[in-house]
């Protein structure tokens, strides 16, 4: 499997020397030097070899497998680290569009009425053919990118990517050209897809690529281009987080127009225009297309609206992208109007009898969990509260919906495996994951699924970067955990005033000093991460002599007390940076990268008219812009948005207003 034998190969590496160090020991047992094993630990010997010899290379091989069970305890812990914190941001995620949501609904029927009817608008063809029409996209006469030519053919294909390997973009005309072809194909296409191994007698299936075009290029590499005898199946999470979102999207589209019939793909929770206000697919476009970004976004609206949602293997192999739930139905699922969820976050609502709006909460949760759910080791089904969305199904639910539709397997992915993949549930469901060194260089393989008329999954394992697969062992999970607790530490400073309150409370008389079960009390609920804080106490605090922790000592990298100044305004908005920075993507509603008077004013409007305290006439909230234009240039970027609120703060803190 790809990178496994670097593991190996590291190992023997560590032993061999090891081993070589075992004849110095032996040598130096009679003089009774021995700088890697203790003096006691092998009995004195006149003899060189025999049993003296037998003895070190037991001691050393004992104290290899302990290295190797702390190395791998390190691991875990890092791995822990980072997942808890990509959830805790996708719970959090949740809560600020519900807290938008909740503005919406309480809001006049009027205004609920004129969004509703923007909902129904959007979801017809004519409605995106009309915002990400290419005719009125001129191509820049400098431009020395791709060209786009119909029908897409292989040569096409191999265009883009040795394009996009020089980091060139595909102009807008021809992205948005592209973009109306690919949902026209979607839209042709039911819920669930089916496909088979017996034309080309194996499927490959590839999981989560979130904006890894190195990734997918590794892929193409290694398991060939596609092709009618070369079928993949695609499921889900190819944009947010990555840089290479826009290349990997096209790639893909393209491949799914050049070969309709073997190249299919399923949609992931980041297939959503919500999660991509957060996770920086708008954040590319808007780099990429500056004022065209808002034009394209709807393109890519339009398609990911219409994705398929789950792809059958032979009549015996279920591939969605979360998982299922005890109530997945593919017959229900088949009949569910997709192309209305802009987002799974805020399903569509529909007028009863009563004139009110109401949501479909079983079509919904069936959306909701075929996306967003996850398996865990205990039986039943249970609300997925630590990502926010969607359910944790244990193997009994696997079972059951697996044989209620005569199924072998749920292959699925949205989750990030240290190996690329993770078998669980007695075998019968495989994750897989496609974004090598997703949360750092080092930190996880990549991997995808050959799947053959067996239906026995056959992974293959890979880097996509090279320099890391040179790392000893030591070194990449030392590079991997420094990362991680970077990361954590960030978090620590950007709650300093809220830790220091929770460790002081504990902390009566003063002194410093706090118990190891009050330090781990305080950072779960202040941080609200559910980390093993135990086993991460010596790296982030320093312990007294009796066993107490020093909890000032939690604040003492001074790089990091430096980046966020270590003030309590600064800290707060640091702390709220993600939440501010999804707040201005949402009153960005022409994805400029820039808020206008005008968004800045219906934002402000819609908030006062939630709120009955706040009271903003006409002049109040033009003063507001002027306040918040810094510049002057009549258009407020992110840097001011955020220098608004810390201005604010300020005032407030010093008792000013």
Same mark, same amino acid.
């Given at each position: 499997?790809?990178?496994?034998?670097?593991?190996?190969?590291?190992?023997?590496?560590?032993?061999?020397?090891?081993?070589?160090?075992?004849?110095?020991?032996?040598?130096?047992?009679?003089?009774?030097?021995?700088?890697?094993?203790?003096?006691?630990?092998?009995?004195?010997?006149?003899?060189?070899?025999?049993?003296?010899?037998?003895?070190?290379?037991?001691?050393?091989?004992?104290?290899?497998?302990?290295?190797?069970?702390?190395?791998?305890?390190?691991?875990?812990?890092?791995?822990?680290?980072?997942?808890?914190?990509?959830?805790?941001?996708?719970?959090?995620?949740?809560?600020?569009?519900?807290?938008?949501?909740?503005?919406?609904?309480?809001?006049?029927?009027?205004?609920?009425?004129?969004?509703?009817?923007?909902?129904?608008?959007?979801?017809?063809?004519?409605?995106?053919?009309?915002?990400?029409?290419?005719?009125?996209?001129?191509?820049?006469?400098?431009?020395?990118?791709?060209?786009?030519?119909?029908?897409?053919?292989?040569?096409?294909?191999?265009?883009? !990517?040795?394009?996009?390997?020089?980091?060139?973009?595909?102009?807008?005309?021809?992205?948005?050209?592209?973009?109306?072809?690919? @949902?026209?194909?979607?839209?042709? !296409?039911?819920?669930?897809?089916?496909?088979?191994?017996?034309?080309?007698?194996?499927?490959?299936?590839?999981?989560?690529?979130?904006?890894?075009?190195?990734?997918?290029?590794?892929?193409?590499?290694?398991?060939?281009?596609?092709?009618?005898?070369?079928?993949?199946?695609?499921?889900?999470?190819?944009?947010?987080?990555?840089?290479?979102?826009?290349?990997?999207?096209?790639?893909?589209?393209?491949?799914?127009?050049?070969?309709?019939?073997?190249?299919?793909?399923?949609?992931?929770?980041?297939?959503?225009?919500?999660?991509?206000?957060?996770?920086?697919?708008?954040?590319?476009?808007?780099?990429?297309?500056?004022?065209?970004?808002?034009?394209?976004?709807?393109?890519?609206?339009?398609?990911?609206?219409?994705?398929?949602?789950?792809?059958?293997?032979?009549?015996?192999?279920?591939?969605?992208?979360?998982?299922?739930?005890?109530?997945?139905?593919?017959?229900?699922?088949?009949?569910?109007?997709?192309?209305?969820?802009?987002?799974?976050? @805020?399903?569509?609502?529909?007028?009863?009898?009563?004139?009110?709006?109401?949501?479909?909460?079983?079509?919904?949760?069936?959306?909701?969990?075929?996306?967003?759910?996850?398996?865990?080791?205990?039986?039943?089904?249970?609300?997925?509260?630590?990502?926010?969305?969607?359910?944790?199904?244990?193997?009994?639910?696997?079972?059951?919906?697996?044989?209620?539709?005569?199924?072998?397997?749920?292959? @699925?992915?949205?989750?990030?495996?240290?190996?690329?993949?993770?078998?669980?549930?007695?075998?019968?469901?495989?994750?897989?994951?496609?974004?090598?060194?997703?949360?750092?260089?080092?930190?996880?393989?990549?991997?995808?699924?050959?799947?053959?008329?067996?239906?026995?999954?056959?992974?293959?394992?890979?880097?996509?970067?090279?320099?890391?697969?040179?790392?000893?062992?030591?070194?990449?999970?030392?590079?991997?955990?420094?990362?991680?607790?970077?990361?954590?530490?960030?978090?620590?400073?950007?709650?300093?005033?809220?830790?220091?309150?929770?460790?002081?409370?504990?902390?009566?008389?003063?002194?410093?000093?706090?118990?190891?079960?009050?330090?781990?009390?305080?950072?779960?609920?202040?941080?609200?991460?559910?980390?093993?804080?135990?086993?991460?106490?010596?790296?982030?605090?320093?312990?007294?002599?009796?066993?107490?922790?020093?909890?000032?000592?939690?604040?003492?990298?001074?790089?990091?007390?430096?980046?966020?100044?270590?003030?309590?305004?600064?800290?707060?908005?640091?702390?709220?940076?993600?939440?501010?920075?999804?707040?201005?993507?949402?009153?960005?509603?022409?994805?400029?990268?820039?808020?206008?008077?005008?968004?800045?004013?219906?934002?402000?409007?819609?908030?006062?008219?939630?709120?009955?305290?706040?009271?903003?006439?006409?002049?109040?909230?033009?003063?507001?812009?002027?306040?918040?234009?810094?510049?002057?240039?009549?258009?407020?970027?992110?840097?001011?948005?955020?220098?608004?609120?810390?201005?604010?703060?300020?005032?407030?803190?010093?008792?000013?207003?």
């Amino acid at each position: 499997m790809g990178c496994a034998s670097s593991n190996t190969s590291n190992d023997k590496e560590a032993l061999k020397k090891l081993n070589d160090l075992a004849e110095i020991n032996s040598a130096e047992t009679q003089s009774g030097q021995n700088p890697l094993i203790p003096q006691n630990s092998i009995t004195s010997s006149s003899k060189i070899g025999g049993v003296s010899q037998l003895r070190a290379t037991l001691m050393i091989q004992r104290w290899f497998r302990r290295w190797r069970a702390e190395l791998e305890v390190r691991r875990r812990c890092t791995w822990t680290i980072f997942q808890t914190m990509e959830y805790a941001s996708e719970n959090e995620q949740l809560k600020l569009y519900n807290f938008f949501n909740d503005i919406i609904s309480g809001l006049p029927d009027a205004f609920n009425a004129m969004q509703n009817e923007k909902n129904d608008q959007a979801e017809t063809s004519e409605y995106f053919s009309k915002l990400s029409n290419p005719d009125y996209v001129t191509i820049d006469p400098d431009y020395k990118g791709p060209d786009l030519v119909f029908p897409i053919d292989e040569n096409q294909i191999k265009i883009f !990517i040795e394009a996009f390997k020089e980091r060139q973009v595909l102009d807008a005309k021809h992205l948005l050209i592209l973009l109306a072809e690919a @949902r026209k194909h979607f839209m042709k !296409i039911e819920n669930v897809q089916y496909t088979v191994t017996s034309i080309a007698g194996k499927v490959t299936v590839v999981g989560d690529l979130h904006g890894s075009l190195d990734d997918l290029l590794m892929i193409f590499f290694k398991n060939g281009l596609p092709s009618a005898d070369n079928p993949y199946v695609i499921n889900g999470d190819f944009v947010d987080r990555g840089p290479a979102s826009v290349e990997v999207s096209i790639l893909l589209f393209s491949l799914c127009l050049l070969y309709p019939n073997s190249f299919l793909l399923n949609r992931g929770n980041h297939e959503d225009v919500i999660m991509n206000k957060r996770y920086g697919f708008t954040t590319e476009l808007v780099k990429k297309y500056g004022l065209l970004a808002n034009r394209i976004s709807k393109g890519f609206e339009g398609v990911f609206r219409v994705l398929p949602l789950v792809t059958v293997v032979d009549n015996s192999v279920l591939i969605c992208h979360g998982g299922v739930s005890d109530i997945t139905d593919l017959n229900y699922i088949n009949d569910i109007p997709r192309h209305k969820y802009a987002s799974i976050l @805020r399903p569509p609502t529909k007028i009863n009898d009563d004139g009110e709006d109401e949501i479909d909460l079983i079509e919904w949760r069936q959306m909701l969990d075929l996306l967003w759910s996850d398996p865990k080791a205990a039986v039943g089904c249970e609300p997925n509260t630590f990502r926010g969305g969607g359910t944790y199904f244990g193997p009994d639910i696997s079972k059951d919906i697996l044989d209620k539709h005569n199924f072998k397997l749920l292959i @699925r992915s949205h989750e990030c495996k240290p190996d690329g993949y993770d078998v669980t549930h007695d075998g019968l469901v495989v994750t897989i994951f496609s974004a090598s060194n997703y949360y750092e260089a080092g930190s996880n393989l990549g991997a995808y699924i050959k799947l053959g008329p067996s239906h026995k999954p056959q992974f293959i394992q890979f880097s996509a970067t090279e320099n890391t697969k040179q790392l000893p062992l030591y070194s990449r999970v030392s590079k991997v955990e420094s990362s991680a607790l970077r990361d954590l530490r960030t978090q620590i400073f950007s709650n300093k005033g809220r830790l220091l309150d929770a460790f002081e409370s504990h902390d009566t008389e003063k002194t410093g000093l706090i118990t190891m079960m009050e330090w781990t009390e305080s950072m779960s609920s202040v941080l609200n991460l559910d980390l093993p804080w135990r086993t991460l106490r010596s790296k982030l605090v320093e312990v007294d002599d009796e066993g107490k922790i020093k909890y000032d000592s939690c604040f003492t990298d001074g790089t990091i007390e430096g980046s966020i100044a270590n003030k309590q305004v600064t800290e707060t908005i640091y702390r709220q940076r993600n939440i501010l920075e999804t707040i201005f993507r949402l009153l960005d509603t022409d994805n400029s990268g820039l808020l206008s008077r005008e968004e800045l004013r219906a934002g402000c409007e819609l908030l006062a008219k939630h709120n009955g305290s706040i009271s903003l006439s006409p002049d109040d909230l033009d003063n507001l812009v002027d306040t918040m234009d810094i510049n002057k240039d009549g258009e407020i970027n992110f840097n001011e948005f955020l220098e608004s609120f810390r201005m604010v703060d300020n005032k407030f803190s010093n008792g000013n207003i």
